[in-house]
C-alpha cells in the first residue's frame, strides 16, 4: 500500500463527515424551532434583538454595514478566487494543497448551509432590518458561516508559515472577523444569536474536517503542502541525533524533594552495543487479529524471514479480550527472545509494553489500529509493511513509560496517554463499527455527545507536594503529547524527559472551546512550519481553558467516579488516578537516529528507508536517551 493511497483513503473517510454535519447541524435546527423554542435561552432572543434594535446608532451602523458586506456572498467568492489564485501563483512552488484546502471549505461550508436551510424554516427576527432578507432560513446564518470558513481557513494557513509574534497578531485579527459578522447580523436584525451561533459551529466543523482531509493527510508528510517537512530542522538541515546516553540508577528518595534533586546524578555517555543477545534469533510476533488482517500478517511474515527470522524462529500469538497482549509473557518467559513484533493499535501496544518494560527486548510497532497515536508520536510510518522495515534497520531506543492504578484499577503501564472526563466518555461511547469504517473521525462524533457534560471537581497532587483543588471537563496525563494530526494537547510531552505532563481542560461555553481549539491549533501551526518548541508553556493558556503540570508522579482524586481511559481503551469508571514515570524502561525500534517525541507528523512522513542497509541485518542497534534535567528553583508543576 502506498502512502499516497493511504493518504487518499483518509482523506475520503474524512469528507464523509460532511454529510454527517449537516444532518446534525439540521438536527439541531428543529430543536431550536421546535421543543426547545420556548426555554431559556431561546425564549430571551428575541429581547436581545428587539434591545439592540432600539439602541442603533449612526457609528455602530457604519461599521456592521461594512462587515455584512465584507461577508456576502460576491466578497466572499472573491476574496477566496483571489487568495487561491496568490497561493497558487505567488509562491515559485504552487500550493495546490492549501488552495484546495480554502476553496473547499467555502464551499463545503455553502453546501452544508444550503442543505440545512431547506431542512430548517425559521422566520427573521421580528424587528427592523437594515438588509434585505434573502430568501433562505433564518438558521443558520450563511454570512457568518462563510467567513468563518474563509477567514477561519486563512488563519489556519497563517498558523503554519508565520513566527513569532505576528502570528499571534494576524491569527488573531483573522478569527476576529467572523465574530464581528456574527455581532453585525445579529445587530442589523437579520438573524437571532442561535442563527450565528449555529453558523460559527458549521464553519469550524467544516474547516475540522477539511484541515484533517487535506493538511493532515499529505502523501509523504502531514504539514501543509509546501512547508518543511517535521523531520527537517527550519535551516533545512538534518535533525540532531538523540544522544547515546543513560541515566545512572536513582535512589530510593520520594521525588519532588530536595533530597531527591540532589540525589539524582548527571547522565553519562555510554557506547552503543548490539539490540540482540547472542544465541537464536527468536521473535515474538503479537497481532490483533481484527486491526491486522492476513494479507498484512503474511507480508509481516515475510519482512521477518528477509531479515533473519525463520519461520521455525518465529512465533505468533493472537490478542483477546481476555488477554490483550496476547500469550506474550508466556512465549518470552519459554525462551530467549531477540525482538517483540506487536502488529495493532495503542491498546496493543500498551498491554505489550506492560509486559516488556524493564525486561530489555526490544518492541517493533506495526502500527494497525485505529489511532496509532504512539507511532504517530514517535514518527513512525503510517504504512505498516514500511513501519516494520525500518525498525528492522533502525535502533533500539530506551523510551519512558507511565505506571498507574487507582480504585477498581490493578497497575498497569501506559505509553501515550491517561486521562479521565470528558475524553474517557468520548473513548468509552465511540461506536466499534465507526471506528472499523472511519478511523479516528468516529471519537469526534462520540466526543459531540459530551460537549454539555458537567464539570467535575478534583485535586491534583504532583510529585508529593500540597494538593491543588480545581474544577475541568478532562485531566491528561501524557508521555507524549500530540493528538491526531499533530495536534499537540501537550506541547512539552517527551517519551525520553523522566517526566509525566498533565494538561487541565476547562472550556466555559461556547468561547471557552473556540479559544482552546484555537490555541491548540496556533501550537500545531508552529510545529507544522518546522520551529523548534519554546521553553515549558505557561501554567494557563486559553484564558484558562487550559492548565498545564509537570512531574515525576501525579496523584488524582474525584469528588464523583469519573470515566478513565488508558492509551484508547476505555476502563471502568472510579475515583483515583496515580501515575508514576518509569525513565527509560521501554526499548523500542525507531527509524534511524532522528529525535523523538516532537510529533508535528502523522502517518506517511516517518523516517526515510535505509536503502543502503543490507536486509540481513535484523535487529536494531541500540542507544539510550537523555534524562531531561530539571533546572534549579524549578517547582514540581513545572512553573518557575
Known amino acids: 500500500m502506498s502512502y499516497a493511497h493511504s493518504a487518499g483513503t483518509r482523506s475520503g473517510r474524512l469528507l464523509l463527515l460532511l ?17 426547545l423554542a420556548g426555554r431559556w435561552p431561546l425564549s430571551a432572543e428575541d429581547g436581545v434583538n428587539r434591545a439592540l434594535a432600539d439602541r442603533r446608532e449612526a457609528v455602530a451602523t457604519a461599521l ?24 497558487l501563483l505567488v509562491p515559485r512552488i504552487a500550493r495546490w494543497r492549501e488552495a484546495a484546502f480554502l476553496a473547499g471549505a467555502v464551499a463545503a461550508q455553502s453546501a452544508v448551509f444550503l442543505l440545512v436551510t431547506l431542512l430548517v424554516g425559521r422566520a427573521r427576527p421580528d424587528v427592523p432590518h437594515l438588509d434585505a432578507a434573502p430568501p433562505t432560513s433564518s438558521f443558520p446564518s450563511g454570512h457568518v458561516g462563510a467567513s468563518t470558513a474563509l477567514f477561519g481557513g486563512l488563519a489556519v494557513l497563517a498558523a503554519g508559515r508565520l513566527r513569532g509574534g505576528r502570528r499571534g497578531l494576524v491569527v488573531g485579527m483573522l478569527l476576529l472577523v467572523p465574530l464581528a459578522v456574527a455581532a453585525s447580523r445579529v445587530y442589523r436584525g437579520m438573524h437571532h444569536p442561535s442563527d450565528v451561533v449555529a453558523g ?50 536513582t535512589p530510593n528518595i520520594p521525588p519532588g524533594t530536595a533530597a531527591h534533586a540532589a540525589a539524582v546524578p548527571a547522565v553519562r555517555a555510554v557506547p552503543m552495543v548490539p539490540a540482540v ?35 521455525t524462529e518465529q512465533t505468533w500469538t493472537a490478542t483477546t479480550a481476555a488477554e490483550p497482549a496476547g500469550a506474550l509473557a508466556a512465549r518470552v518467559a519459554e525462551a530467549d527472545t531477540a525482538l517483540v513484533v506487536v502488529c495493532g493499535g495503542d491498546g496493543t501496544v500498551r498491554a505489550c509494553a506492560d509486559v516488556l518494560s524493564g525486561s530489555g527486548i526490544p518492541l517493533a510497532i506495526v502500527p494497525c489500529g485505529t489511532g496509532n497515536l504512539l507511532a504517530r508520536n514517535l514518527r513512525l510510518p503510517s504504512d505498516p509493511d514500511t ?18 492504578h487507582g480504585d477498581g484499577l490493578a497497575p498497569t503501564r501506559f505509553t501515550v496517554m491517561a486521562g479521565a472526563g470528558f475524553d474517557a466518555a468520548m473513548v468509552r461511547d465511540a461506536s466499534a463499527r465507526l471506528k472499523q469504517s472511519l478511523g479516528w473521525p468516529a471519537y469526534v462524533l ?15 497532587r504532583l510529585d508529593g507536594a500540597a494538593p491543588l483543588e480545581r474544577r475541568a471537563r478532562m485531566v491528561v496525563i501524557g508521555n507524549v503529547g500530540s493528538l491526531q494530526g499533530g495536534l499537540p494537547l501537550l506541547p512539552d510531552a517527551r517519551p525520553d524527559s523522566g517526566r509525566l505532563e498533565v494538561v487541565l481542560l476547562d472550556p466555559r461555553g461556547v468561547a471557552g472551546w473556540l479559544a482552546a481549539a484555537g490555541h491548540l491549533l496556533a501550537r500545531s501551526g508552529s510545529r507544522a512550519s518546522g520551529q523548534r518548541p519554546g521553553a515549558r508553556p505557561d501554567r494557563r493558556a486559553a484564558g484558562g481553558a487550559l492548565e498545564y503540570f509537570s512531574a515525576e508522579r501525579i496523584e488524582l482524586r474525584f469528588a464523583r467516579p469519573q470515566p478513565r481511559e488508558l492509551d484508547g481503551d476505555a476502563f471502568a469508571s472510579g475515583t483515583r488516578l496515580t501515575a508514576h514515570v518509569e ?39 541500540e542507544t539510550q536517551p537523555a534524562a531531561r534535567a530539571t533546572a534549579p528553583g524549578t517547582r514540581p508543576d513545572g512553573v518557575h
Open 277 to 311: 543477545p547472542a544465541g537464536p534469533r527468536r521473535a515474538v510476533v503479537v497481532r490483533h487479529p481484527h486491526a491486522c488482517g492476513d494479507g498484512t500478517a503474511a507480508r509481516v511474515r515475510a519482512l521477518l524471514q528477509r531479515h533473519g527470522y525463520p519461520d
Open 583 to 621: 525513565p527509560g524502561a521501554l526499548r523500542v525500534c525507531l527509524p534511524g537516529r532522528a529525535p523523538v517525541g516532537q510529533a508535528g507528523a502523522t502517518g506517511a512522513t516517518g523516517a526515510p528507508e535505509q536503502t543502503g542497509a543490507p536486509e540481513q541485518t535484523g535487529a536494531p542497534e
Open 446 to 460: 462520540s466526543a459531540l455527545r459530551h460537549l454539555g457534560d458537567p464539570r467535575m471537581r478534583l485535586s491534583v
Open 200 to 249: 460559527l459551529l458549521n464553519g469550524v466543523c467544516t474547516l475540522l474536517v477539511m484541515t484533517y482531509a487535506l493538511l493532515r493527510s499529505a502523501p509523504g508528510g502531514s504539514t501543509p503542502a509546501g512547508l518543511p517537512a517535521p523531520r527537517t530542522r527550519p535551516d533545512g538541515a538534518a535533525p540532531d541525533p538523540m544522544p547515546d546516553v543513560t541515566p545512572e540508577p
Open 64 to 87: 456592521s454595514d461594512g462587515m455584512s458586506l465584507l461577508a456576502g456572498t460576491e466578497s466572499i467568492v472573491a476574496l477566496t478566487l483571489v487568495a487561491v489564485l496568490a497561493l
Open 19 to 35: 454529510p454527517l454535519q449537516a444532518v446534525s447541524l439540521a438536527g439541531l435546527g428543529l430543536l431550536v424551532t421546535g421543543p
Open 387 to 404: 513501519a516494520l522495515r525500518a525498525a528492522l534497520t533502525g535502533t533500539a531506543v530506551g523510551l519512558d513509560v507511565g505506571r498507574i
